[in-house]
T-cell receptor, first 114, second 111 residues
C-alpha cells in the first residue's frame, strides 16, 4: 500500500525531448507538491496544488507544467529538456497547506538528460 | 528569502558516540520538521515541532525548537549504524504550506 507513488523511478532521455512524471497519493490529502533535489541533496519546492488548484509556483521555467486532474494526482510535464534539468524529482502530499502537518514523499524519479 | 543553515554537512562517527545537528535561520517559522532520507528513497518525517522551546523525544533522538522559533537541533544519543542517512530540517513559512529545507547532514555511523 504505497502512500505516494511516482513513476517512473528512473528516466534517461536526450536533450530537447518532452517527458512526464506521474504521481498519485492514496492518503486523502488535499495538498500535493513537486520538489527538485539537486546533486548536493538540496530540496527545493517547485509547485504546490491544493485540491487541484495551483497555490505555489516557485520561479520554475515555463517548460515545466504541472497538471492535477484530481486531488489524488499531480503530474509533471517537462518540455524541451535541458542538461540542467537532471536531478531527482520528488512528489509529496500533506493533509493541509499549513499547521505543521508533515509531508509524505514519494520515492523519487531520477531524471538524467544526456 | 527565508533560508535554513544546517550544520554540519557531513558527520562520520563511531557507534556509541553522541551527536548534534543544528538548523539555524534569521527567519521565524511556524513549524520546524525533521526528515531522514535513505539512498534511493524519499525523505521520511521524523518529527514536527511547533511551539517555541518545545522538546520532543523519539527513542534516542531528541529534537528541540528554539524559543524564538528560528532554530532547531537534533541530538542523537549512542548512535548506531542504523542511524546512518541524510538528515534534513525543514521550516514551514508563515504564508503556509511551503517547506524550506536546510542543506542536509550526511551522517555515517561506523560499527
Amino acid at each position: 500500500d504505497t502512500a505516494v507513488s511516482q513513476t517512473p523511478k528512473y528516466l534517461v532521455t536526450q536533450m530537447g525531448n518532452d517527458k512526464s512524471i506521474k504521481c498519485e497519493q492514496n492518503l486523502g490529502h488535499d495538498t500535493m507538491y513537486w520538489y527538485k533535489q539537486d546533486s548536493k541533496k538540496f530540496l527545493k519546492i517547485m509547485f504546490s496544488y491544493n485540491n487541484k488548484e495551483l497555490i505555489i509556483n516557485e520561479t520554475v521555467p515555463n517548460r515545466f507544467s504541472p497538471k492535477s486532474p484530481d486531488k489524488a494526482h499531480l503530474n509533471l510535464h517537462i518540455n524541451s529538456l535541458e542538461l540542467g534539468d537532471s536531478a531527482v524529482y520528488f512528489c509529496a502530499s500533506s493533509q493541509l497547506t499549513a499547521g505543521g502537518y508533515g509531508y509524505t514523499f514519494g520515492s523519487g524519479t531520477r531524471l538524467t538528460v544526456v | 528569502t527565508q533560508l535554513l543553515e544546517q550544520s554540519p554537512q557531513f558527520l562520520s562517527i563511531q557507534e556509541g558516540e553522541n551527536l548534534t545537528v543544528y538548523c539555524n535561520s534569521s527567519s521565524v517559522f511556524s513549524s520546524l520538521q525533521w526528515y531522514r532520507q535513505e539512498p534511493g528513497e524519499g525523505p521520511v518525517l521524523l518529527v514536527t515541532v511547533v511551539t517555541g522551546g518545545e522538546v520532543k523525544k523519539l527513542k534516542r533522538l531528541t529534537f528541540q525548537f528554539g524559543d524564538a522559533r528560528k532554530d532547531s537541533s537534533l541530538h542523537i544519543t549512542a548512535a548506531q549504524p542504523g542511524d546512518t542517512g541524510l538528515y534534513l530540517c525543514a521550516g514551514e513559512n508563515n504564508q503556509g504550506g511551503k517547506l524550506i529545507f536546510g542543506q542536509g547532514t550526511e551522517l555515517s555511523v561506523k560499527p
